[in-house]
């Protein structure tokens, strides 16, 4: 009877664990669709969405709390993988778009009406109004920005994340 319990035990834990583990992935994956959001019709390109994510979690740390991105230096600066597979979650639940041209070698992420109805009702009850100004004046400026002077930007702000960095100033 007790080896019963324990294994009932043991699978109540690996449950709640894993419950868990889908609300920080939910919770995380908020934060990319709001970016897109607040991007609007412009849409964002991967370096564009990487940065401003990156600048949300360095400048406001309270607000996206402890089960944020982990950024690492990588090849263009501040980097999270997880990123991009949100994103592509995002897609499939038809909440963005994912862009690609001839024109272009990288996709642009855009809001979609169903992205943009969620975004509006979801997604600001579960921020605060500064939040929100500061993502979209962060985005404004990533958007100004050509990919190299964004990255100049990044590494002059963040050095450290310039260390696995392959662009050439």
């Known amino acids: 009877m007790r080896q019963k319990e324990g ?13 868990e583990d889908i609300l920080i992935y939910e919770e995380r994956k908020e934060w990319t669709l709001l970016a897109i959001y607040c991007a609007n ?27 944020y991105y982990q950024f ?6 501040p ?3 997880t990123i991009y597979f949100d994103a592509e979650q995002l897609s ?4 963005i778009s994912i862009n690609y041209t ?22 600001k009850q579960k921020t605060t109004k500064e939040v929100i100004a500061y993502l ?11 990919f190299q002077e964004l990255i100049r930007a990044i590494y002059h702000a963040f050095p450290k994340f310039k260390s696995n960095g392959v662009f050439q100033e």
């Open 79 to 81: 980097f999270d993988q």
């Open 41 to 67: 019709e412009d849409g964002l390109s991967p370096a564009q969405l990487q940065k401003s994510l990156f600048l949300l979690g360095k400048n406001l740390p309270d607000a996206v709390g402890d089960n």
């Open 102 to 123: 001839e024109s272009r070698k990288w996709p642009k992420y855009f809001i979609t009406s169903k992205g943009k109805e969620h975004g509006e009702k979801s997604l």
């Open 72 to 77: 690492t230096p990588y090849g263009y600066g």
């Open 136 to 146: 979209t004046a962060v985005i404004k400026w990533a958007q100004s920005l050509t």
């Open 92 to 95: 499939r639940d038809g909440l």
């Open 7 to 19: 294994k009932n035990s043991k699978r109540k834990e690996v449950r709640a664990k894993c419950m």
